[in-house]
């Protein structure tokens, strides 16, 4: 499977909307499944594909639909362009190249550093310069 990411749209051929029956037909069983927030108001439903390096996240609330992806492979690309390892720099320029501004920096309480744009709903997460995850919704 490619893992291009596709703004606001998913990765490869998994698309935001999708319900766990329709993903697991496409890539098969989760090597870990796990359920959070019950007892608030997003209880949601993620499934881990270790050896894929990505976690997909479906909200309950809304038919146990595919909503947002965490994704740490090295294979991944976005705009063709392989990321994970690259400085804030060269994703910042990277995103200004596609026209796409308006980002937010902010130092989590865990360590890491990250650079948002809300308004294409992704994050790119840093350690130490570099970039190790991205996360990103419809």
């Known amino acids: 499977m490619k893992l291009e990411i596709q703004l606001k749209k998913g990765i ?9 029956e329709n993903v697991m ?17 997003y209880p949601t439903t993620i499934l881990h594909y270790h050896n894929l390096g990505f976690s997909l996240f479906f909200d309950n609330n ?3 639909l595919l909503t947002c ?13 392989k990321l994970i390892g690259s400085s804030p720099r060269e994703v910042e320029e990277l995103m200004i190249e596609n ?9 989590e309480d ?3 550093m990250r650079i948002s744009f809300e308004e294409y709903s992704i994050d790119f997460y ?12 419809k």
């Open 110 to 112: 865990w360590g890491e």
């Open 62 to 64: 809304d038919h146990s």
């Open 12 to 20: 490869g051929e998994l698309l935001f909307g999708s319900t766990i």
């Open 25 to 41: 037909k496409q890539i098969g069983s989760a090597d870990e499944v796990e359920d959070i927030g019950e007892d608030i108001e």
């Open 69 to 81: 992806i965490d994704i740490d492979s090295d294979g991944v690309e976005i705009f063709g362009k």
């Open 126 to 137: 840093f350690i130490d310069e570099k970039l190790v995850s991205i996360t990103f919704g």
């Open 99 to 107: 026209k796409i501004y308006n980002e937010t920096k902010e130092a």
